[in-house]
């Protein structure tokens, strides 16, 4: 007899989940950013980052490069700051 296990997602679990462990990574990060881009892999990521990193004398223009590329890219910064401006539900 096979047993199979279904598993639900539960959207809105989930994607509290999710925006905790984004928030932990964002507020133990400190500064950087994080880039994602549909079909690359990280050979890929790590040299158009290196070659963003290296074309650019600024996060902000490090991130306008990545953009340029095509990747979706959040400076994590702005956002732990943000996440740490004060309680939720005050903006």
Known sequence: METHTTLKWDGARSARGI???????????????????????????AQDEATCRASTGSEEEFVQCMRDLGY????????????????????
């Not at 925006?19 to 133990?28: E, N, T």
């Open 72 to 91: 979706l890219t959040a400076d994590l910064e702005s956002m732990r700051d943000e996440l740490t401006s004060g309680p939720i539900g005050d903006h």
């Open 19 to 45: 925006a905790l462990f984004v928030a932990v990574i964002v507020v133990s990060a400190g500064c950087g950013s994080v880039s994602f881009k549909a079909g690359a892999d990280p050979n890929q990521i």
